[in-house]
């Protein structure tokens, strides 16, 4: 009686009790009575082995009212600022992330917390799987600044299974089945490092028309990763790719404004690279083949290029099967006055994932494409060609095993029509396409006929409607109204942009549940290029360049534009590994 009394009068004077004399009711009552409670990783291990796990029924009455009245350091005062007296305490003035798990939830903050912020916790169901959103007032992730913003936190489910363990499901055997509402912890992360492997196209590509190297990329490919700081992603660069410009789509490619340039009929239009790293091998669960094709950042006005013309590719014996016309001829055409471009993007990408294959034969492999904009169309063309010729299937004489091929799609157009997709999903691609709901670009081409439209098989096989498209795959769509750090905007580029597709997956945790940042991916990233972030973060617009825009100071104390290594066009072996694929017409 002695001790409940002490206790009593040191919550009325906001004083800290010893953990070792909590019990759970005395802790649930010290919330409502507004004590202080220091929480360290002893008295967390001692709520969760000790108290919690003992009476199932006590867990969830005390989880169902809890509230947590989290206490920061004034980093200005060094202070610790206590909460109010009519909330509930639960906090160390160290911590920066509260984590009870039981035995498989976790309660994400993901940012520093600043003075008397509230997170309410509701449990859903007996294994407190919880799934409702909590409130708290929270900091920009930018290190650019930290005012102070209304966030949402979700207590959410990590998947506590290996990735090596489950990957085939997260690249999509089973079509992302209840992977994708409440999002997969799994998934998330893979689709956003998808997503960072075509942001490098962008963040490496040489856009400064008054450069000689425009259109080109500005690292060599040993050094790739290293210069975008990816260098612990564990990918090698196996080849680059080049497409010709002299196509109809003006304002896709990008020229110097000079008269010497490093090519005039060329675009360097992305890579393959191969996971090198044996860690990283082994907690993928197989070696990764990726291919990343770049698009446009956020310069939408490529679109109106396209002339909405369905044309057969012969890519197989099928002439119903079609694909829009700028995309095919973007794919497939070559300049033989040109060393970049004497193989067609088509033949250099073929061409390259045959020797992968075959140089890791007897290995679990995959093949992921990867693409934003019009690189997430040349990704399902790249896809379905790989699988049409059979690129994919390993046959040792005794087994035949099917190499799997994903593509992860950001802000993609239509590619072709309804017996392109359908040849797709015969052959076994799976395609997930992230979107965001008010972008224009997903709902292009086929505006008028398109996979919505109920008769849409009709128009095409009786009526040979000639503007008839259709969308591949799985759709995941976003909506960037959903985050609270993003400006309302009617502006198309934003919309598009692939930072900002990026950034709302990062807060996606399903339809219906509150925008929660699970990985604390900086929010900075986003006004890369383009602006999209609200005023108060002080992140300026577009700000990602060159330091001087690339010029240096020689060694005459001038400052100049220096000269790039000239990099290899293609393998010296790109024509035996196409013969093994294409007749010799075809190249």
Known sequence: MKRRGEDRRARLKGEEIPWERMSFPHL????????????????????????????????????????INMITNDHQTGRTTPGREEDSLMASPSLQLFSLNYPKFILHATFPLPPTSKLNSNHKTKDLYLQKAIKCSTTSLSSLTTPPVEETLVLNEDDERLLSQIWKEIQGRHDWDGLLDPMNSHLRREIIRYGEFAQACYDSFDFDPHSKYCGSCKYQGPRFFEKLGMADRGYQISRYLYATSDINLPNFFQKSKLSRVWSTHANWMGYVAVCTDEDEVKRLGRRDIVVSWRGTVSYVEWIYDLKDILHSPNFSDDPSIKMELGFNDLYTKKERNCSYCSFSAREQVLAEIKRLVEYYDGEELSITITGHSLGSALAIITAYDIAELGLNIVNDGDNTDEIPITVFSFAGPRVGNLKFKERCEELGVKVLRVINVHDKVPT?????????????????EAVSFPWSYAHVGIELGLDHSHSPFLNPTNDLGCAHNLEAHLHLLDGYHGKGRRFCLANKRDIALVNKDCNFLKREYGVPPHWRQDENKGMVRNGDGLWVLPERQRVEAHPHDISHHLQKILPRSHF
């Not at 009575?33 to 360290?40: L, R, S």
């Not at 006929?449 to 098989?457: G, M, R």
Request: glycine content about 8%; proline content about 2%; hydrophobic content about 45%.
């Open 444 to 460: 292009v081409p086929g505006i008028f006929a398109n996979e919505k439209l109920q008769f849409q098989k009709y128009l095409e």
């Open 28 to 67: 649930k009552s010290m919330f409502k009575a507004g004590g202080m409670v220091n929480v360290e990783q002893q008295l967390v291990d001692a709520i969760k082995e000790e108290k919690l796990m003992k009476d199932q029924g006590m867990v969830e009455e005390a989880m169902e009212g809890l509230v």
